[in-house]
């Protein structure tokens, strides 16, 4: 028994429905088009319509779902960054069938990154890769085809170094910096009016470009950024567009990847010198806090002295961390050594793992705990080893 | 496109008089209501409602192209600046359709940076420029027609040799006076709202036709004060402020490329490249001569690898001017 | 004017008795005489051998009692702070929501309540998830922490099933779909669904919220109702997340509004313990918001370490901290 209100049918049918005196979506079921048509004073094009809804909710039982582990066999597959730390900290790359935001300051290298994902999602499978395509939607104007011309001859590069078997050489030959830009579908768009189409539209085009792997929209903030009268109405144009991403996301297993702008918030100080403005402003990731409910996960970008870092700030599966990075003429890659052993002393880097040491100071009286009161701990004493050499 | 008319995107009449009724009469008006908000207005069903909006989406949405489609010679997608050290970091000079920034202190030479590129962008396409026109948007009453002539002058003698080239350069150089945006800005100093929202309706609208007709944009910045984070620093920067260009965080993220210009050691000048798409960090020393700017080789003109936050990249200003001002700065500039 | 439509089935089945019913019962009974030209006696009759049949039935509460002790059951969340603070874990019959910002571990304890329900209760559980952030390699992670056998994990993974929707008209069906059978199918694989856990709810109902409409406010309190149907009739817990707002004062609030937050019966508020900033912090502060079986504003401190070695924040709770929130 369904009710009729809960029916994805036009309000004004509705009603007259519901004032005719049909309650549930069974008693429609057994009437024709046009005994409905008759007693809910419809016409005849609306009765049809109603009954076709209808049945097209019967099509699709309550049964459907699948079970965790069938889940688990899908789940897979990810796009490498080619920072190797980075890697590591988002469990083997960038996931396919999510969401995730990529926030930073102006330059510090959010494009590059979408623009290194969209070279490296298209890497043949017999290197690794997904041999997928890309769709780079973007907003500010900030791709330069001859960036990315740059990245793809590194990638071509990297690959050609490993190519061994004659599988490899024969995907090298469909690889090159040619396909690779033949394989970036480019949307610019201008104003929110614009990206909101295009986001329409997308769901069509992913299925006739059914390749494609991973989606890029930078940055989804600038178009939002403007003046809005009403921000209710901005609220909800990032919500529905949030959960048309996530939408395609799950349902064409693509990889989505948005970037965000910084904003700087003022936050009191308290306790600071008396006189001075009371007041400090803090960087937070603009579109305000309840954005971020949407991406699955967040990376932030941001800068420690002279070096790039990379944390993680909301992920399901991933501990939350920070990586160096860098950017050279070849793409987004890992700091390079000479920097990261010069960083050890550095401020930077020993206020980082601050808070990761302190909690893992913070984990022996909780198994002391843990120990002295449950008797289950016990057997998650004997499973740490075990845990540790996996890592 | 997005100010489109329901009626020429293909919405059946009876749907479009049902929504004109609510005032939704263009695409975009259309575009900022939830599904939901369509099936009340329109009367239609749910999918009725998504597949209403995908066809206007159809009429609205900016065409799909593959990168190799859009992928030009070096000399159509980028600028020129005649200076070679700098266009070979800018893999061919300021990348054109897109917005670069020339922020520094005053008297460091933006201006003469401007009129060279207005020079540069008339001349014809064998010696490197654009051959094209020029839109010159003074704020300052900065610009003067003499240094332009002169500037072309000593710069290309061979070719504005005649005077009738001269003028046809000066005339396709046009200039537009408005010396009221820099009250606005100023007299708005309380309302930072109205500022930003000022400021990134103006970036939307650059940005567009910076893209639509392919042209290089080019702004100037001022520089302010940044304060340091007060309290957390080491005694001796404890109250210490730094240069950096003006206009906050949110400018930042909207322009492509931001070239910084600065006072080095005595007459010398710096550019440095602080945001770019293509180009790594670096620093280029020049002075400004008869002929415009004049890169020197010599010093440090390699890229000396990552050196911070562009957004609060430090900028030096001349000694003299306020000690406690450049002496933080200076300490950056020597690390 | 409503179709008496018992004339066309003169079995007078079930349906049209309701809605007969509803009719009868609701006008008055002098005017009805009147326009039926039936005699007043005789409505009466009718009207009270109707309501004897239609009527809630008065339960003592003893009788509620009893049926609570005999087959309420209670989910352990397996955090034990967070038990302690709900009273042992979730109740079945009954909606729990947590609320927080981004990363604040929401999903998380959704998480942990699924596997350890599959897994330690061996009963079956539906998992919605309206934002894509159901990651199964992180359940797989939380069982191998429980569990050696891979048989069992893999037992544990096909009890939980999960339903992803993206609007919320396909969340309706969904939820319809599980309360026509969908329920019982899903609990043949063993062991009887137990929880029902819905990730994000605010994910779906946020964007139908606001604008020139007002159904996605009845639409909201459907999914509302059917979830305490779904509650109430098979018995099981459900378990919701929802997002966080700051009220005027900048004092965080869960969000979808007033009208909400009367659904849930227990409201916990995530929130990260040490304030310093976006990043590097794994402790986290459950305050109890709304309960009709504790005190509120107590709060609770996990452990919360997302990292390598889950088990110590997953059955290591750091200590429980008692007393009102001043």
Known sequence: MKPLSAAPLSPSVKVKLLRAGFDWEEELRGLEPLELSREGGLSLEEALEVQQILTRGVEQPGGGGLTALELLQQEERSIVTFCSQLDALLGGGVPLGRTSEVCGTPGVGKTQLCLQLCVDVQIPECFGGLGGHAVFVDTEGSLVVQRVVDLAQAAVHHCSLQDHDPEQQEAMKTFTMETILEHLHLMRCHDYVELLAQVHLLPDFLVRHSKVRLLVIDSLAFPFRRHFEDLSVRTRLLNGLAQQLLQIASQHSVAVVWTNQMTTQLVPVLGETPGHRAARGLLVPALGETWGHWATQRLLLHWEGPHRLASVFKSPNNMESSVSYSITQQGFRDASSSLSESKQPSSSLSESKQPSSSLSESKQPSSSLSESKQPSSSLSESKRPRMQEGQ | MASKKLRRAGVSPQVCELLKRHRVESCQDLLSLSPLEVMRLAGLSHQRALSLLRSVSTHCAPPVATLLELWKPTSESFFSTSLPALDRLLRGGLPRGTITEVAGPSGCGKTQMCVMLSVLATLPSSLGGLDAAVVYIDTEAAFSAQRLVGMAQARFPHHFSSRERLLQMAGRVHVFRELTCQDILNSLPGNLATRSNLLSHQASVLKYLAHRFNIPVVLTNQITTHLGNTGSEAPGQADSGFVTAALGNTWSHTVNTRLIVQYGDGRQRQIVIAKSPVAPYAVLNYTIQQEGIRLHEGGNQEPMGETGDPVLQPIRVRTEFNYSLSRPAETDGYR | MVVLREGMCPGLDEDVVRDLLEDLVASDTEELAQKCSVSYKALLAIRRVLLAQHTAFPVSGLDLYEELVSSTAILSTSIPSLDKLLDSGLYTGEITELSGAPGTGKSQVCFATATHTAHRLKQSVIYIDTTGGLSATRLLQMLQVQTDETGEQTEALQRIRVFRVFDIFSLLDCLHGLRCGGLQQASLGGGSV?????????????????????????????????????????????????????????????????????VPRTRLLLERSDGAGPLLGSKRTATLVKS???????????????????????????????????
């Open chain 3, 194 to 262: 137990k929880a029902v856990i819905l990730d994000s709810v605010s994910a779906i109902i946020s964007p139908t919220l606001g604008g020139k409409q007002n159904e996605g406010m009845s639409l909201m309190m459907q999914v509302a109702g059917t979830l305490k149907t779904i509650a109430k009739d098979f018995n099981v817990a459900v378990l919701v997340t929802n997002h966080m707002t700051r009220g005027p004062g900048g004092e965080p609030q869960a969000g979808l509004g007033l009208s909400w937050s009367h």
């Open chain 3, 292 to 326: 009709s079986r504790r005190p509120c504003h107590i709060k609770a401190e996990f452990d919360f370490n997302r990292g390598s070695r889950p088990e110590e924040g997953l059955l290591g709770g750091v200590r429980v901290r008692d007393g009102s929130d001043p």
